[in-house]
Nanobody, 128 residues
């Protein structure tokens, strides 16, 4: 059983930066791929970014590419999402999720169904 706890959300202005953290416990963290998703009011949950279990590769949604950076610290069992040049369209609840068998479906990282465990979410509000 993997537990995920997000933190770092809050209120920001357009152009600001925020760093979200996702702390994991209860699993073999180094074997887990971790993704970030977000859900804006009235919209479906969308993929944002994902870091592979070894940290050697990262993937991003086109909407955040060049502005957001995902990283992981396996010694701290934590994944980070550095969000720069925030825009009002980034307003959403951000969720981190763990895929405990990423090697079984390496091309499905953008699908929420690929993830087994989810955090409770952290809210990010960006004012223009």
């Amino acid at each position: 059983q993997v537990q995920l706890v997000e933190s770092g959300g809050g209120l920001a202005q357009a152009g600001d930066s925020l760093r979200l953290s996702c702390a994991s416990s209860g699993g073999a963290f180094s074997t887990i791929s971790v993704g970030w998703f977000r859900q804006a009011p009235g919209r479906e949950r969308d993929f944002v970014a994902r870091v592979s279990w070894l940290g050697g590769s990262a993937d991003y949604a086109d909407s955040v590419k060049g502005r957001f950076a995902i990283s992981r610290d396996n010694a701290k069992n934590t994944v980070y999402l550095q969000m720069n040049s925030l825009e009002s369209q980034d307003t959403a609840v951000y969720y981190c999720a763990a895929d405990t068998s990423p090697y079984a479906h390496p091309d499905d990282y953008a699908r929420s169904e690929a993830y087994d465990y989810w955090g409770q979410g952290t809210r990010v509000t960006v004012s223009s």
